[in-house]
């Protein structure tokens, strides 16, 4: 028998302590943080999973489904406000700005004073409407009466016609004239001498906010210049981006999943109502999407993207939920139970071929290893396959 070295008597004693030490550290760490569990060993063609680690990782049967099924095509896009809901404020007269105290992004009711406006030239309007309507009564009752001397033959046909005359173009220019003060929002059945005036308000035509302001206060604001942009946030609708090869599915009516990125786990529900005609130069049509729900909209803002899920038509398929297939070495794989023992499980995988995919369950194409009878395992099996 050979002597060992000193020297190496010493280095196994201290290995041997040291296995000590960490294996009594390794069963203390165990017994606080829980079971340890170990990937299922494969015996032939089975895995076996204990009863333990089936607990352990929370792992569930199920079984194919055939079911109605949509894959969903993950779109982005834009909150955008239709063509009515934008109003840009300019002047049918010219006139200098006073009252002007709305600030960008503040709300606005439609029929509420945005501003005033002040011309001299307000004032001439009105003084010739009064005018005009005033001689309207008395040219009406001269037309009357020369009409009746004509019918008579005791007037000459030239007095009739210049009191018709008279009385069709003083009523025109007083039509004209009052149609003209209802641009600057002066009610002409209200006017009188004593109320007319040199300054006149400027309304909001809709509810919504301010988008824009483009003048200041004093300023001259020329005619058809723009003083303010307004926008409503009534019926917005989403703007989505379409590809080229997507567009031969869409069709009006789909449902959209719509996601906020700044409300993480909030979806709202759009249904597209117009599909764009023509291909732009990216080689992408442009879909229009609603809410149905407009108390929703009040979460959306003009501008905003949205990343959206438009829902393909649904047919009918085989469906597991997507955690059901394992995906191991490029091949898609299911683990089906073939066998319940006393201490576990026996397991089989099955190659599969997966066809649409939504956020939780899967398409599995046809195959005759798999029927609405085969238990599967659809959660915690990530781990059993290399």
């Known amino acids: 028998m050979k002597n060992f070295p000193i020297k190496s008597l010493l280095n196994a004693t201290l290995l041997a302590s040291s296995l000590l030490f960490f294996q009594c550290n390794g069963s203390s760490d165990a017994g606080s943080d829980g079971v340890e569990v170990e990937a299922g060993t494969s015996t032939g063609p089975f895995i076996t999973v204990s009863q333990k680690q089936f607990e352990t990782m929370r792992m569930t049967w199920g079984s194919p489904k055939l079911e109605e099924f949509s894959e969903g095509l993950s779109v982005q896009g834009m909150v955008k406000v239709p063509v009515e809901g934008i109003q ?76 018709e005359a008279d009385y069709q173009g003083t009523k025109a220019k007083a039509e004209s004239l009052k149609r003209q003060l209802a641009l600057i929002n002066i009610n002409a059945d ?103 729900n407009e108390e929703e909209e009040e979460l959306l803002f003009p501008g905003m993207f949205v990343e959206a899920k438009l829902m393909l038509d649904p047919k009918e398929a085989w469906v597991v939920p997507v955690t059901s297939v394992i995906v191991s070495e490029g091949e898609s794989y299911v683990l089906v139970q073939r066998e319940k023992t006393e201490t576990g499980f026996k397991l089989e995988k099955i190659a599969v071929k997966t066809g649409l995919e939504s956020d939780e369950m899967i398409e599995l194409l046809p195959n005759e290893a798999l029927d609405e009878n085969t238990v599967i395992l659809t959660h915690g099996g990530f781990n059993l396959l290399p």
């Open 88 to 163: 840009e404020i300019s002047a049918y007269f010219g006139g200098y700005v006073s009252g002007l105290n709305k600030l960008e992004g503040q709300p606005v009711r439609k029929g509420e004073v945005l501003f005033y406006l002040e011309n001299s030239d307000f004032i001439r309007l009105q003084q010739e409407f009064l005018e005009a309507n005033s001689q309207l009564n008395y040219l009406q009752a001269e037309y009357e009466r020369q009409k009746t001397l004509y019918g008579e033959k005791i007037s000459s046909q030239k007095n009739y016609l210049k009191a």
């Open 190 to 292: 209200q006017l009188k001498p004593e109320n007319i005036r040199s300054k006149v308000p400027v309304l909001s035509p809709i509810s919504g906010f301010v988008d824009g302001i483009h003048l200041v206060q004093g300023s001259f604001l020329a005619v058809a210049g723009k003083a303010m942009t307004l926008i409503s946030k009534e019926h917005m609708h989403i703007e989505l981006v379409i590809f080229e090869k997507d567009a031969s599915h869409i069709h009006q009516g789909q449902k959209v999943q719509v996601s906020i990125p700044d409300l993480p786990g909030r979806t709202l529900i759009a249904e597209v109502f117009v599909v764009g005609q023509s291909i732009n130069n990216e080689r992408q049509i442009n879909v229009h999407a609603h809410l149905p």
